[in-house]
């Protein structure tokens, strides 16, 4: 679909290395995240999968390396350009994240209402749209997050993320605690939402069905860095102990099938 | 790739070229242009001049979006509401010139065309007004006969163990009473004393104009015994201890604990409220029996300080005209009123549903609450004993 003198890498990662005191996490880890395609981070439990997806987002530091995102080096950016990017970027947290004071049409809101100057009528009209994109049903806009199932309060979380229609979406296991059948509609929703959006999505996941279904590429985490990164047939074909035993384990090899 | 600087903030594609639409007329047929960059950082100007535009004698609109520079899901929106609502009033509306990759941004925000509520309808009428007094007068009831099942359901798993003391959780116990107690000492004390020098130095200002200061002994002993020190003690362990419970109990429920201990047929009653408010009950006179010693030893000072009377006089004037009932007196409530404020602060923190802002508001109301029934049981009190004579 995408012809190859086209693709920009929108993040780039080099030498990264992160930790907390003398444990380290991160190691020379270098990641490449291009332009409109869906990216899926996995690995073992505690391989610093969401440490690297805060890294990017800069709610961590890190110890050294550097970050770029479109082309900027977040280490250096002034207080300014740095927002001007992070509205550039939307992210859905693991539970969701919703501030449980607001309404989840408010709370769809609050990046309008925080950083832009539009009537209230519009944005009114808008988290409506965000609401129905997303597949929540019309009344859910003035529930709070409390009154929401896990799968809604996921959508309200991802319709909030897309609230400034950012060009890159992370998304922290956005199909954990989905029924499969909710978790396949989520899916079909990044994949939906990614075509017509022209997203870029950085995705940690441990969902093998949805790795196979939406990912374009794949990025293995383990050893402290990125030990492959490619489309699925080369992470099929990667002959690491971990990969081959997470792809080639018995839940891997039904979802290769189911997917085939 | 563009260089950084090129990209200037606060949006790096927008601002060289601000969303514009540009109304002409030929004929029949309107033609509305959009240019510009139709992201949402720019459009309220848009907005307002296509949701104020009124197209006369016209058959038919066209939107020319050929020279649209970029569109996002709310450029999108603008037009395609603006083409709706056209056709609702029964003008043929239709885009034209559109650019391939418009074209399937403007079809799916077509598809998610639906109204949203915001928020949960209220309205601010005058029944509405008194239907919530009504509401909030019959909730008080309810509440006060689910705080009295409270108490029962207390007092029975209070009697299962002591029926079976080998259940009582010591640990917790002995950890409030520290919590509660011990540490809230010190403060106690401090407040105690300065209400002890307030009063005498207040009592010896008024009292002298007689000639009768001496009486300021008396008026410091039996005041501080009587009421203030207890109601000083009570009030500032609700503030400290029964606020505090409801927020431990209220984050507890939120995180599903308590559900985790019923389902491990471990009673949150006994777990969680029997250790807290025995410790209050435990601690709540030694706090009374500080706050009332401080309370004389600051009323001693003063005395001493502004009227010369020194200690031993102070000391004799005490032992010879305050009666050791005031003091009963006040001790004799302290075990209602931590009652009362163990209850309140942890049916408070039971009643936590849904997000951390509930443990907030119930955490307030646990302790308006309970400094109100304080106040309330004191009164009850009062009576009694005037009744009673004692
Ligand atoms: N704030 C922190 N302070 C100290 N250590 C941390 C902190 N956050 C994460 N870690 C450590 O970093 C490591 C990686 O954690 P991370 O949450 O990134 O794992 P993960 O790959 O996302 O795992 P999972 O798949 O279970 O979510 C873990 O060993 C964790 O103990
Ligand atoms: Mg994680």
Redesign the pocket.
């Known amino acids: 679909m995408r012809d190859a003198s086209k693709i920009e890498s929108v993040i780039s990662i080099r030498g990264l290395r992160t930790g907390?005191?003398d444990?380290i996490?991160h190691d020379a880890l270098n990641l490449d995240v291009f332009r409109g395609e869906v990216l899926g981070i996995v690995?073992?439990?505690?391989?610093?999968?969401?440490?690297?997806l805060r890294t990017i987002i800069v709610l961590n530091r890190p110890l050294s390396g550097t970050i770029r995102v479109f082309g900027q080096d977040m280490a250096n950016l002034s207080a300014t350009e740095r927002l001007a990017i992070e509205r550039r970027w939307g992210v859905l947290f693991q539970n969701g994240a919703l501030f449980s004071s607001m309404t989840v049409a408010q709370n769809i809101m609050v990046p309008m209402r925080e950083h832009l100057a539009l009537p209230d009528a519009l944005m009114n009209e808008i988290a409506a749209m965000k609401i129905a994109m997303v597949g929540l049903p019309p009344d859910a806009g003035a529930k709070y997050p409390s009154e929401l199932s896990g799968g809604m309060r996921k959508r309200a979380g991802l319709a909030r993320a897309l609230a400034l229609d950012p060009e890159i979406v992370f998304l922290d296991?956005p199909t954990v605690g989905l029924d499969p059948i909710g978790a396949a509609a989520f899916d079909a929703l990044i994949r939906d939402m990614r075509e017509a959006l022209d997203l870029t999505v950085f995705m940690?996941t441990?969902d093998l069905d949805s790795l196979h279904a939406i990912c374009d590429r794949i990025a293995v985490?383990a050893e402290k860095h990125v030990i492959v990164a490619g489309g699925m047939d080369a992470i099929l074909n990667c002959d690491h102990a971990w990969v081959r035993e997470y792809f080639h384990g018995p839940r891997g090899r039904a979802a290769v099938q189911a997917n085939r | 790739m563009t260089q950084a600087q090129d990209r200037g903030p606060p949006f790096p594609q927008g601002l060289t070229e601000p969303a514009v639409i540009q109304f002409s007329q030929t004929g029949s047929i309107c033609t509305a242009s959009a240019r510009g960059q139709w992201t949402i950082s720019g459009l309220a100007e848009p907005d307002m001049a296509l949701r104020h535009w009124q197209p006369e004698k016209t058959q038919k609109v066209v939107f020319d979006l050929g020279t649209l520079a970029r569109q996002d899901t709310a450029g999108a929106w603008i037009l395609h509401r603006a083409r709706r609502d056209l056709r609702s009033k029964g003008i043929d509306a239709e885009y034209t010139n559109v650019q391939s990759e418009h074209a399937a941004l403007l079809a799916r925000v077509g598809m998610n065309d639906q109204p949203a509520a915001i928020e949960p309808p209220r309205s601010g009428t005058l029944l509405m007004a008194l239907s919530e007094i009504g509401r909030g007068v019959s909730e008080a009831f309810m509440e006060g006969r689910a705080l009295l099942g409270f108490l029962g359901l207390t007092m029975a798993t209070l009697g299962r163990t002591i029926a079976n003391p080998s259940s009582m959780r010591w640990t917790p116990l002995i950890y409030h009473m520290e919590a509660i107690g011990l540490n809230a000492a010190p403060i106690v004390a401090l407040i105690s004393f300065l209400i002890g020098v307030v009063l005498a130095y207040q009592g010896a200002t008024q009292l002298r104009q007689f000639g009768t200061e001496i009486f300021t002994v008396e008026l410091v002993a039996i005041s501080v015994l009587r009421e203030i020190g207890i109601l000083l003690t009570a009030i500032m362990v609700a503030g400290r201890s029964g606020s505090a419970f409801t927020a431990q109990i209220g984050s507890m429920k939120l995180n599903e604990e308590i559900d985790a201990m019923r389902t491990l047929a471990l009673d949150p009653v006994e777990m969680l409220v029997l250790p807290r408010v025995l410790a209050v009950i435990l601690v709540l006179p030694m706090l009374g029996f500080i706050s009332d010693m401080m309370g004389l030893f600051g009323g001693g000072v003063m005395c001493w300080l502004v009227l010369d009377i020194n200690p031993a006089l102070f000391l004799q004037r005490l032992h010879e005209w305050v009666p050791l009932a005031h003091f009963w007196v006040g001790l004799i409530k302290a075990p209602f009123f931590a009652l009362m404020i163990g209850l309140i602060g942890c049916y408070e923190g039971l009643q936590v549903e849904g997000s951390a802002e509930s443990v907030g508001r119930l955490t307030t109301k646990s302790v308006v609450e309970a400094i109100f029934m304080v106040l309330v049981l004191d009164g009850v009190f009062s009576i009694f004993f005037a009744v009673i004579k004692f």
Not at chain 1, 43 to 52: D, E
């Open positions: 907390f005191g444990h996490i690995g073992g439990s505690g391989t610093g999968k969401s440490v690297l296991e940690v441990h985490l």
